[in-house]
């Protein structure tokens, strides 16, 4: 049974998501996955819900000593006490999922301006920092992918393109040859006209507790000519647009 103490550990603030599903395989199943919390332990299968998160803050942060990356579920960070923020997301294991973040009233840049991607706790597991904005440039469309063995995840890795999908369009810039970034000053949160949301496209691979393959990472990898994020924008928009009507 995992210990609801566990969910101190991190940051004070739990930030509204939405998840935009496109389901790989349509299959009728049942969720078998028990937990809700990003850090503790679990397996999975395919169509289970999984829990991990996100904790935004600075770089340093995330390592212990200046020398040594832990996950955000190590108290040893701190995180807590620090300026750090978290969502948390469920997705469904092996469904491409768009995942969103509103940037009207949060800022990446107040908070550090980088994110890492987590979940687990004996097994614990956690992404690289990826640069996310400071008061120059703003990253809004990322790629992660969540790999998985025999059902236990195992790692958390950002997929970059090289700025192909900005290449020629001058509202981006390309950062290090590999992220594309708008001006922080363009988003509309800063007085610009330019929606800085943060998409997130998320995909899996590896295989589940039955060894069954995870194969939306593929199906991403295909489709990477293309932006999710762009394609379901106006979707985005729309969710977002009804979400500040009720709030």
Same mark, same amino acid.
């Given at each position: 049974?995992?210990?609801?103490?566990?969910?101190?550990?991190?940051?004070?603030?739990?930030?509204?998501?939405?998840?935009?599903?496109?389901?790989?395989?349509?299959?009728?199943?049942?969720?078998?996955?028990?937990?809700?919390?990003?850090?503790?332990?679990?397996?999975?299968?395919?169509?289970?819900?999984?829990?991990?998160?996100?904790?935004?803050?600075?770089?340093?942060?995330?390592?212990?000593?200046?020398?040594?990356?832990?996950?955000?579920?190590?108290?040893?960070?701190?995180?807590?006490?620090?300026?750090?923020?978290?969502?948390?997301?469920?997705?469904?294991?092996?469904?491409?999922?768009? +995942?969103?973040?509103?940037? *009207?009233?949060?800022?990446? @840049? &107040?908070?550090?301006? =980088?994110?890492?991607?987590?979940?687990?706790?004996?097994?614990?597991?956690?992404?690289?920092?990826?640069?996310?904005?400071?008061?120059?440039?703003?990253?809004?469309?990322?790629?992660?992918?969540?790999?998985?063995?025999?059902?236990?995840?195992?790692?958390?890795?950002?997929?970059?393109?090289?700025?192909?999908?900005?290449?020629?369009?001058?509202?981006?810039?390309?950062?290090?040859?590999?992220?594309?970034?708008?001006?922080?000053?363009?988003?509309?949160?800063?007085?610009?006209?330019?929606?800085?949301?943060?998409?997130?496209?998320?995909?899996?691979?590896?295989?589940?507790?039955? +060894?069954?393959?995870?194969? *939306?990472?593929?199906?991403? @990898? &295909?489709?990477?000519? =293309?932006?999710?994020?762009?394609?379901?924008?106006?979707?985005?928009?729309?969710?977002?647009?009804?979400?500040?009507?009720?709030?």
């Amino acid at each position: 049974m995992s210990n609801p103490k566990t969910q101190k550990l991190l940051v004070p603030f739990l930030m509204v998501l939405a998840a935009l599903i496109f389901p790989s395989n349509i299959k009728a199943s049942t969720n078998t996955n028990g937990v809700y919390i990003p850090c503790a332990d679990t397996k999975v299968q395919i169509s289970d819900g999984f829990t991990f998160g996100i904790a935004f803050s600075s770089r340093d942060s995330f390592f212990f000593n200046q020398s040594h990356q832990l996950s955000p579920c190590d108290r040893r960070l701190s995180l807590s006490s620090m300026n750090s923020q978290l969502v948390v997301f469920r997705p469904k294991v092996d469904e491409i999922s768009l +995942l969103t973040i509103n940037t *009207s009233n949060f800022f990446p @840049e &107040n908070y550090g301006g =980088y994110m890492v991607a987590f979940a687990g706790r004996k097994y614990a597991a956690r992404s690289l920092p990826a640069f996310v904005a400071n008061n120059t440039y703003t990253i809004t469309s990322f790629t992660l992918v969540l790999e998985f063995k025999k059902g236990r995840l195992q790692n958390l890795y950002w997929k970059r393109d090289g700025c192909a999908l900005c290449k020629g369009k001058t509202n981006f810039v390309c950062l290090n040859k590999q992220d594309c970034a708008m001006r922080t000053p363009d988003c509309k949160s800063r007085g610009g006209s330019v929606d800085c949301s943060l998409g997130i496209q998320l995909a899996f691979s590896g295989t589940d507790k039955h +060894l069954s393959a995870l194969n *939306s990472w593929y199906e991403v @990898e &295909n489709l990477r000519q =293309y932006s999710l994020y762009g394609l379901y924008s106006n979707l985005r928009d729309s969710l977002t647009s009804q979400y500040n009507n009720f709030f």
